[in-house]
């Protein structure tokens, strides 16, 4: 079995942005070192001089509609669902801090 | 009357009127609900329905789906309907917009009954990674129903609408509809807007329909598809005329077999796929072996770019504009890890983090740019073969529906989608029919997939089988 060490959950947690910790963390570590155990074998495949598929359908030219307002999004109904919200500004805890 | 399009040919002709069959529905899936936990939120079908009533005394035309109670996947938008995607991140969140295919539905008439449940952002095999429990499976309430679309295979199982929409990343709506034995379809990539459905693997993403009968998953498919000027991924041309072609005759078509996938097959359940060949032997078809080698790498290439796309598209869910803000954030930072801590559930978590891995600067090459050259092998394969077949058969699933809390492993839960994933790998349609049941009394479906755009033909072949198959698809003797 693949081995997931503690600094490399943290590290991807720290890229996820999702905090892990507790027992979850035993749990998590070891499920993801299983599924990764299985899924090395990929590097197995010769895929020498084969292409990457981005996308299931090719298309001759990108894909355009005509640049007019057609949205029935409403700034109210929109907000409904902040947590948080000054006026129809969204409002988030500080980005700066002050220097200690 | 089961099934959706006789319900609308009778509500159109004013043999019955659409509140008497809101009612029905309506009191049977309250009645039930306690013990399935299909729906998570029920509408205003009443309301609805009175409308279209009101529509008919006036004098105006109904439309397709008139009077049709339809079950929505709770990962699709309804204007100013809760959407909580199973998870409670979203518990509280309220739709400000409407997606498209519902649109669609409503736009012909459709009832639309409620939302069901389904694994955590569609992310399971089992419904058991729902925040608000486990759906049931009517044919042993012990059992998962499977999943991630596990309320709305429950819902039409039990009888509960005719029709649920579903959503079908690796197999979500066609793995349920084997073990809840109905019929589940998963459309060519693109043939259903996505436009409102929240993403997962946006490249593998569809929409389809769960039934009880080919015919009215060819009846519900003419109106859900369609071109989208909202989805730029939506395909352009136009669709089929699907009730037409189901009619016809399937004399001398071709039905490819990878026996090499079976190998390992369960022994007591490969005389029921043995059974659904041989109707198609009977109906004129020929049976072929075929060979798809690199099968064998599905479910990692399949687990390394879903993961992959999944960790991008729930990026979103940071605590900022909408969902989940953890009281306890004081910082900005804090905001994003503490309420994705608190919102999301162990499985949505650990595919994130799977996701960031094969994406990271260090692991890319290895793993997902691998995997797409995979997925490349695995569709060049699928094009050879269907030059020389028609459709592609295995059993569905490798397994009937397993006791609640049975699979803990999360690679042996990713297995459920063996025969499955490769159809969203490629982008083309599948399908999965009832085709008997095993020695426990449990479902069980063949899975036919046909090539890219095929969807008519598919559900031609699909249909054929379905009246002339030799086993009865009895009910869940309790929702009859």
């Not at chain 1, 079995?1 to 999702?18: F, N, T, Y």
């Not at chain 2, 991140?89 to 009832?111: G, K, R, V």
């Not at chain 2, 990343?169 to 073990?179: D, L, N």
């Amino acid at each position: 079995m693949k081995e997931l060490s503690e600094k490399e959950i943290d590290r991807l947690s720290r890229l996820a942005r999702i905090r892990v910790e507790g027992e979850d963390r035993d749990k998590l570590q070891q499920n993801l070192a299983r599924v990764l155990g299985h899924i090395e074998k990929l590097q197995s495949v010769n895929t020498e001089g084969v292409p990457p598929t981005v996308h299931v359908h090719t298309y001759d030219d990108n894909v355009y509609r005509a640049d007019e307002v057609d949205s029935d999004l409403s700034t109210e109904a929109f907000l409904r669902n902040a947590p948080d919200n000054v006026g129809t500004m969204i409002k988030t805890p500080s980005v700066l801090q002050e220097k200690g | 009357m089961n099934y959706a399009w006789e319900i609308a040919e009778k509500v159109r002709n004013g043999e019955v009127s659409a509140v008497d069959v809101a009612t029905t529905y309506l009191r049977k899936a309250e009645a039930h609900n306690p013990e399935l936990n299909a729906f998570l939120s029920f509408f205003d079908v009443i309301e609805q329905a009175k409308r279209i009533d009101e529509k008919r005394a006036r004098g105006e035309k109904l439309g397709a789906l008139a009077g049709v109670p339809i079950g929505v996947k709770d990962n699709m938008q309804i204007t100013g309907k809760t959407m909580t995607c199973g998870s409670r991140f979203l518990e509280t969140y309220t739709s400000p917009y409407t997606a498209a295919a519902i649109q669609n539905l409503i736009d012909q008439d459709a009832l639309i009954l409620g939302k069901t449940n389904l694994d955590e952002f569609a992310m399971g095999s089992s419904n058991e990674h729902s925040s608000f429990g486990t759906v049931s499976n009517p044919w042993d309430t012990s059992r998962v129903p499977g999943g991630s679309s596990g309320g709305s295979a429950t819902a039409v199982a039990a009888r509960l609408v005719p029709i649920a929409l579903g959503s079908d990343t690796g197999g979500s709506i066609r793995q349920p509809a084997s073990f809840t034995g109905t019929i589940g379809f998963k459309p060519t990539y693109g043939r259903v807007s996505r436009y409102g459905l929240v993403a997962f693997g946006s490249s593998f993403d569809v929409i389809g329909p769960f039934a009880n009968s080919v015919k009215d998953i060819a009846f519900i498919m003419e109106t859900l598809a369609k071109p989208d000027p909202k989805d730029a991924t939506s395909l352009q041309t136009p669709p089929d005329h699907y009730l037409d072609q189901i009619e016809q005759s399937i004399q001398n078509k071709v039905i490819g077999v990878p026996w090499h996938m079976l190998k390992q097959y369960d022994e007591s359940l490969l005389p029921l796929f043995e059974t659904a060949l041989n109707t198609y032997t009977q109906l004129g078809c020929t049976v072929k072996d075929i060979s798809l080698p690199s099968q064998e790498h599905a479910i990692s290439s399949y687990y390394v770019l879903s993961t992959a796309e999944a960790s991008t598209n729930l990026a979103r869910f940071d605590g900022i504009r909408y969902g989940l803000r953890s009281k306890e954030a004081k910082t900005l930072d804090e905001v994003y890890e503490l309420s994705k801590e608190a919102g999301f559930g162990d499985e949505v978590k650990q595919r994130i983090l799977l996701g960031t891995f094969v994406v990271s600067s260090e692991h890319k090459d290895e793993y997902f740019v691998q995997a797409q050259k995979v997925r490349t092998l695995i569709t060049r394969e699928f094009e050879a073969a269907f030059s020389e077949c028609d459709v592609i058969a295995t059993p569905t699933t490798p397994n009937t529906a397993f006791v609640k809390g049975a699979i803990a492993d999360p690679l042996s839960m990713y297995l459920q989608d063996l025969f499955t994933v490769s159809a969203n790998l490629v982008g083309i349609p599948a399908i999965s029919v009832p085709s008997g049941h095993s020695s426990e009394g449990l479902p069980i479906g063949i899975h036919l997939v046909g090539p890219k755009s095929g969807d008519a033909s598919l559900l031609q072949i699909a249909h054929q089988y379905e009246i002339s198959r030799t086993f009865s698809p009895a009910l869940p003797s309790a929702y009859a």
